[in-house]
């Protein structure tokens, strides 16, 4: 029930493309649901992230759209570029604070 | 600090050692969190401070592990006598509070032999 599931493992797009990553939760107690961008040899920085009243959020090229009733979210990346090749982990939290990621998508674009 | 810190940045140690494990919150954070990072997984979370307090534990792998943080600032994580699968980066992040964004250091990226 804590688990949070991540696809895919891994994705490759060209400049521009629009790669999405999937998550899905079982906790309906989750309430908070960040994303987190990761270089290599770096700690993980917050990205965007949404709480469940709403369906869409927008920060940029960055797009979360979450479907409470199915228990699902998504991270969409709009006019990607090869700087934003990274690893991408969607996480959850409930009231207890702590988060519960996914198991990360390494993303990478090519020029 | 501007952001934060932990050391050491890499560790390694043979197996049965103890080791030490150093964060360093940004400063005025009163919430404190480690995870455990293993290759190709995600974070697992180990424990959570507020302020000097550890109301959740929960994340601790085994009685090998424990941590404490002081002044409400500083916290170190122990584990004694480690085992090839502690292997792993162990990431320490901090928040203004209770339910705050939490920023990440860097890391430590601890090696047993």
């Known amino acids: 029930q804590q688990q949070v599931k991540q696809s895919p493992q891994s994705l490759i797009v060209q400049k521009g493309g629009i790669p999405i990553i999937n998550c899905a939760y079982e906790n309906t107690a989750f309430d908070y649901f960040p994303w987190y961008q990761q270089f290599p040899g770096k700690g993980p920085a917050l990205l965007i992230a949404?709480?469940?009243?709403?369906s869409e959020k927008k920060e940029g090229r960055f797009t979360i759209s979450f479907n409470k009733s199915a228990k699902q979210f998504s991270l969409h990346i709009m006019d990607s570029q090869p700087g934003d090749s990274a690893t991408y982990f969607c996480a959850a939290s409930d009231n207890t604070d702590k988060l519960i990621f996914g198991t990360g998508t390494r993303l990478q674009v090519f020029p | 600090g501007a952001g934060v810190s932990q050391s050491p940045s890499n560790k390694v140690t043979e197996k049965g050692k103890d080791v030490e494990l150093r964060c360093d919150p940004i400063s005025g954070h009163t919430a404190l969190y480690w995870y455990r990072q293993s290759l190709g997984q995600g974070l697992e979370f180990l424990i959570y401070?507020?302020?000097?307090?550890?109301?959740?534990k929960s994340g601790l792998p085994s009685d090998r592990f424990s941590a404490e943080r002081t002044g409400g600032s500083v916290s170190t994580l122990t584990i004694q006598r480690t085992q090839q699968e502690d292997s792993a980066v162990y990431l320490c992040?901090?928040?203004?509070?209770?339910?705050?964004?939490?920023?990440f250091g860097d890391g430590t990226r601890l090696s047993i032999l």
């Open positions: 949404i709480r469940p009243d709403v």
């Open positions: 401070f507020q302020g000097n307090s550890a109301p959740d």
């Open positions: 992040a901090s928040s203004l509070g209770p339910g705050g964004t939490q920023h």
